[in-house]
């Protein structure tokens, strides 16, 4: 299949499955542009069967606002046309369904067909707002094809949003080959001192994802057990959490690590991974610590639940529970045998259920639905 995928090029969860999934589907044998601003993030290397188009964004003095979704449809359709695309595959709705819609009407009876994957907070946040609803609404209704990367998310959307055509769950997936155990960075001293365990959080920190809720975890874990939290990620709330960490005499403890393209190899160094959000409608970087071998700690919220499972890859407490989770924590942080059978279990609930193999060929079967 020729298939052009749109997403947002900045680092995040529907980027990440975004340009995953175009690495799975070009290796196997699918021709696989993506039309975006910008090279999106974890697609930096030469990819056999990859294509990239980018969408220019003209400032013409006029526009104090570029009409940046104008472009991608007109792009779209462009590269639909050169490449006789048979699919469009849109990830976050808004603009993008949008796009693609537009990008169809310019090519008539020609045009491919328009899936749209919804990620989460194009559901839950932006499209909650007022402004955003209808248009959200009409991009899901235009697309022939809808996936939700959760069954919470599949549920809320049909309830929400009022939506007639039917809306299929295909859940996140990992390459279990990449993120595994045997990945992980072999020395860690550089993070933590002798007898130190490691947390990890990783998020876009954006208020959604409770940052500072981390730091409160680890100034409590702290009590009991010596560690030091690793924090990768950009966003709002980084500031305070630094601030936060110093108010609690905590900055040496707490290492801010930036922007990372992939998680496997600090992954494989954690202890536990921390992540404990307002909502969270998959929680693909929980999967990945999973994939590698490690528990996580985080909130009973959103689709988290569907990934992991409470008791046997690692706990999830009710939203904003710090005692709890830090309580958890310290449990696995001192029963080594303890942590290391959640952390057996979630690789092996990676495996068998978020595998890139079987998720990837549920996206080629939906293709083929849609396709009729
Ligand atoms: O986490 C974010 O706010 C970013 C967002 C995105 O689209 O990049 O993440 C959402 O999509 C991810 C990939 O499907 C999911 O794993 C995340 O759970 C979801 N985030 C939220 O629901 C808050």
Redesign the pocket.
Known sequence: MNIGVTC?P????????AAELGKQLARRGHTVHFISYRLPFRLGDFHENIFFHAVDVSSYPLFEYPPHDLTLAAKMAEVAREHRLDVFHV??AIPHAIAGHLAKQMLGSAAPKLIT?L????I??VGQDRSFFEITRFGIAQSDGVTA??EF?RRMTLEEFQIKNGIETIH?FVDVSEYCPTRAYKDSSSFAKPGEKILLHV??F?P??RVLDTIRILDRVNREAPAVLLMVGEGPERASAQALARRLGLQDRVRFLGTQEGIEEIAGMAHVFLLP???????????EAMACGVPVVGSDA???PEVVKHTETGYLLPVGDVEGMAARTVELLKDEELRREMGHAGRRRAAALFSADRVVSQYERFYEKVLG
Do not use: I, P, Q, W
């Open positions: 947002y900045t680092v995040g969860g529907s980027g990440a499955v990830h976050y994957t990620h989460g907070t194009d839950t946040l990367v959760s998310l996140n998020s876009n954006r959604v994802k959000s307002e909502l969270e409608s998959f929680g693909l970087s929980a999967l959103g689709g988290l």
